[in-house]
């Protein structure tokens, strides 16, 4: 099998685990196996990690803060998860980098393209917090941009549900999901495939996109291999 080069987007809430908050152990283990084995295989991975589980940028501003401050501190949560998975993909035997876009040099390396090029052709699934490095901006425009960058021939968007969905599936019984979409069509239907800044830059760079559950264990692995339910968003 040909190894493939994605990019998975994690939300924070994947490392939550059923609190809903701050990193869950079990959980976090439980990722961090099926990144390894989808790496195991041969597929280069990189992981762009967000940071809902400890501060949003919306939280700080209902406590008076300041967009860029509240934004900030939205950053340094992801940083936080991904010094997490670095060390449980490592603890699961695959060699792993988190790299910060934000530079905290003495926590971690900082992102750079060709660094991170590099590690994930010797094997190492790099993990990438701090998101764009700029306020204004979510996880989800990261990982389009990392994607894009780093010449990734899928951007996984990892969510608690199984696709994109005519409606809300959670809300709607007649709701029903797309195998297969093109970018245009999302845009015509006017459907939420990641948000808008996100989905635009994913359809300027001709990036395909596959939205997937991760509540099914070895969904990653799936998706990797061509299976797997999901809704495919192509060019
Ligand atoms: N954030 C930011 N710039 C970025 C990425 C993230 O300012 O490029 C901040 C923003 O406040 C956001 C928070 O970090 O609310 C956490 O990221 P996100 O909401 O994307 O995390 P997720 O919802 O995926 O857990």
């Known amino acids: 099998m040909a190894g493939k080069r994605a990019l998975i ?5 994947a490392l939550a685990g059923p609190g809903g908050a701050g990193i869950h152990g079990e959980t976090l283990t439980a ?3 099926d990144i390894a084995t989808a790496a195991r295989v041969g597929h280069e991975i990189a992981v762009v990690v967000g940071g809902g589980n400890f501060f949003r940028g919306v939280q700080g501003l209902a406590k008076g803060l300041d967009r860029p ?5 939205g950053m340094l949560g ?3 998860n991904a010094l997490a998975l670095e060390h449980a993909i490592e603890s699961a035997g695959v060699p792993a980098r988190a790299m910060s876009a934000v530079p905290m040099p003495s926590l971690c390396e900082s992102y750079a393209r060709k660094r991170a090029l590099d590690h ?3 094997g190492k699934v790099v993990i990438l917090g701090g998101g764009t490095s700029n306020p204004y901006f979510t996880t ?12 990734c021939t899928l951007l996984m968007k990892a969510t608690n549900v199984d ?5 809300d599936p959670k809300t709607d019984p007649t709701a029903t999901r797309f195998e297969r979409l093109t970018h245009d069509e999302a845009i015509a239907r ?18 395909t996109i596959v939205v997937f559950s991760l509540q099914e264990p070895g969904s990653i692995g799936a998706v990797l291999e061509g299976g797997g339910r999901a809704t495919v968003v192509v060019p």
Not at 9 to 13: D, N, T, V
Not at 163 to 167: D, I, L, S
Request: proline share 0%; no cysteine; aromatic share 4%.
């Open 190 to 207: 006017n459907l939420k495939v990641m948000d808008t800044a996100a989905f635009a830059l994913a359809r300027e760079a001709g990036l």
């Open 120 to 122: 994930m052709a010797h």
């Open 140 to 151: 989800d425009t990261g990982a389009a941009l990392r994607a894009a960058e780093l010449s």
């Open 9 to 13: 987007k994690l939300s924070g809430e």
């Open 69 to 73: 401050t509240a934004d900030s501190i």
């Open 163 to 167: 696709g994109v969905y005519t409606a």
């Open 78 to 80: 992801t940083v936080m």
């Open 31 to 33: 990722l961090a196996n």
